[in-house]
């Protein structure tokens, strides 16, 4: 059994102006580094399906379903970009990219499920976790993890699911799509304070939210999933696992001031995967949401998957 590798051409064609952390060239790296380390051949590539409109319907409001893709939709017709927030900007790619990244995240979780690949990663951009039900913010327009989770939830028949997000930013749109919803599980670990500010007071007894301080360091967050994830998810027995696995955390990116390193994401994956091979036959679909620095970005995913694919 393999880990499947879901991109698309389509996910560097959303560009949101010179100078964006956010960029295409983030994709462009972790392919090149998966090729030059030889994982490439390794991994089961396969071209991100267009989501449906059922599936976006499951996380956000239809209102803003219908509201965005009508906004992305003009824009990739006349080619004027337009800022949806003060960081989030929607080009003449946007669109299919939206698409794409989310239609990833759900063909992944129908492979696992129906058993074709062990577990799978989605190198996808526009990230997601900052998506709430009916607000695109922070460089995310549709949340990809939500989406699939309740693609799992509502559509395949699972009755607890569990989301992981170690992003150095607290999820926050997938806290508010997801708290409350005793079927899933969310466990986090993000700087706070840091954008988008929230997370410190979790909103449902279904959030593990876990802030920490800026220059905390590898055996620091190490210490506190084990102390605040582990016994929880393990009670809670999912059957699948969702990860916002964004690389921002990492001590080289600018974006936050954490301290983790490539050997923490290995960590950190190994603990998702026991986990998920106790409870879940080993069900993990990851979604790849931050990560600026691109040469931490790429050895960072190299290293989670390493961990996916042994
Ligand atoms: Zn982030």
Redesign the pocket.
């Known amino acids: 059994m393999t880990t499947a590798f879901y991109t698309h051409p389509d996910c560097r064609r959303h560009d949101m102006g010179r100078g964006h952390p956010e960029c295409p060239a983030r994709l462009e790296a972790i392919d090149d580094h998966l090729i030059a380390s030889g994982l490439q051949g390794g991994l089961d590539c396969r071209d991100a399906p267009i989501v449906a409109s059922s599936d976006l319907g499951n996380a956000h409001s239809s209102g803003y379903v219908a509201e965005l893709r009508d906004v992305l939709e003009r824009v990739a017709a006349d080619g004027q970009p337009r800022a949806l927030d003060p960081d989030t900007v929607a080009s003449s790619g946007t669109l299919n990219a939206v698409l794409r990244a989310a239609g990833a995240a759900v063909a992944a979780t129908d492979a696992v499920i129906d058993g074709e690949v062990a577990n799978a990663f989605c190198s996808v951009r526009p990230?997601g976790?900052?998506a709430t039900r009916g607000q695109a913010m922070?460089?995310c327009f549709f949340n990809n993890v939500a989406v699939a989770a309740r693609h799992a939830l509502d559509v395949r028949g699972l009755e607890r699911v569990a989301i992981i997000d170690f992003?150095?930013?607290h999820g926050n749109g997938t806290e508010d799509i997801c708290a409350g919803d005793e079927r899933i599980l969310m466990a986090s670990i993000?700087q706070h304070p840091l954008?988008p500010y929230s997370g410190a007071v979790p909103l449902g007894d279904n959030m593990i939210n876990v802030p920490v301080p800026p220059y905390t360091r590898g055996p620091a967050i190490r210490a506190l999933i084990e102390a605040n994830w582990m016994e929880r998810l393990d009670a809670f027995r999912p059957q699948m696992i969702f990860v916002s696995a964004?690389f921002?955390?990492h001590r080289d990116d600018d974006?936050?001031q954490l301290g983790l390193v490539e050997a923490d994401y290995t960590w950190i994956t190994e603990k998702i995967k026991a986990i998920a091979d106790k409870h879940a036959g080993g069900r993990i679909v990851s979604c790849l949401?931050?990560?600026?620095n691109l040469g931490a970005l790429a050895r960072s995913v190299a290293a989670h998957l390493r961990v996916l694919m042994a």
Do not use: C, I, R, S
């Not at 949401?289 to 600026?292: D, K």
């Open positions: 990230p976790h900052h922070g460089f992003d150095v930013h993000f954008y964004g921002d955390a974006l936050g949401e931050g990560g600026y």
